[in-house]
């Protein structure tokens, strides 16, 4: 970058030591003011030469900033869909907490389009004294709270609703 500057300055002060010598030359009379309108157009191709090179070398400035907006733009979406998911599952389990159980965690499966829930995974705390078996008839009684809210709230299916203890 420095010798592509320092080359730029030699080719300046040469076209302005060339441009005053040629100027010097020419006779004085109504040919000498077109020859300083060339001098002039001259200096100025030779200063901004730098930057017409740069403009002819094809960046393609529109791929790179589209490029860098579609990765922007995925990211965003996809941290959006995230916040997405965290906010429904955030309220699946203050749902179930208002209900008196203690909920490790949540977990839901949407469809592609993040429209409908496809499966929600529930870990529920379990009390030592209030310990209640997969296979226990019971369960259905026990937990029928639970899969009363997210059908009534969250519109999904029993059969897409797991709930494990722990």
Do not use: H
């Given at each position: 970058?420095?010798?592509?500057?320092?080359?730029?300055?030699?080719?300046?002060?040469?076209?302005?030591?060339?441009?005053?010598?040629?100027?010097?030359?020419?006779?004085?009379?109504?040919?000498?003011?077109?020859?300083k309108?060339?001098?002039?157009?001259?200096?100025?191709?030779?200063?901004?030469?730098?930057?017409?090179?740069i403009?002819?070398?094809?960046?393609?400035?529109?791929?790179?900033?589209?490029?860098?907006?579609?990765?922007?733009?995925?990211?965003l979406?996809?941290?959006?869909?995230?916040?997405?998911?965290?906010?429904?599952?955030?309220?699946?389990?203050?749902?179930?907490?208002?209900?008196?159980?203690?909920?490790?965690?949540?977990?839901?499966?949407?469809?592609?389009?993040?429209?409908?829930?496809?499966?929600?995974?529930?870990?529920?705390?379990?009390?030592?004294?209030?310990?209640?078996?997969?296979?226990?008839?019971?369960?259905?009684?026990?937990?029928?709270?639970?899969?009363?809210?997210?059908?009534?709230?969250?519109?999904?299916?029993?059969?897409?609703?797991?709930?494990?203890?722990?």
């Amino acid at each position: 970058m420095i010798l592509k500057i320092r080359q730029w300055c030699e080719e300046l002060i040469i076209a302005i030591v060339l441009c005053i010598i040629i100027e010097s030359l020419i006779p004085n009379g109504n040919n000498k003011k077109y020859a300083k309108v060339i001098i002039g157009i001259y200096i100025i191709f030779v200063t901004l030469n730098p930057i017409l090179e740069i403009l002819n070398y094809d960046f393609e400035f529109n791929q790179i900033f589209e490029q860098e907006f579609e990765e922007v733009n995925s990211n965003l979406n996809y941290d959006m869909k995230d916040i997405y998911i965290l906010g429904i599952e955030g309220s699946i389990k203050q749902d179930i907490e208002g209900l008196g159980y203690q909920v490790e965690e949540v977990g839901i499966l949407l469809d592609i389009n993040y429209e409908n829930i496809e499966k929600i995974e529930i870990e529920i705390l379990q009390d030592k004294n209030n310990q209640t078996n997969l296979k226990n008839e019971n369960f259905d009684k026990n937990y029928q709270d639970i899969f009363e809210i997210l059908k009534q709230n969250y519109l999904v299916n029993e059969d897409k609703i797991l709930l494990s203890f722990k």
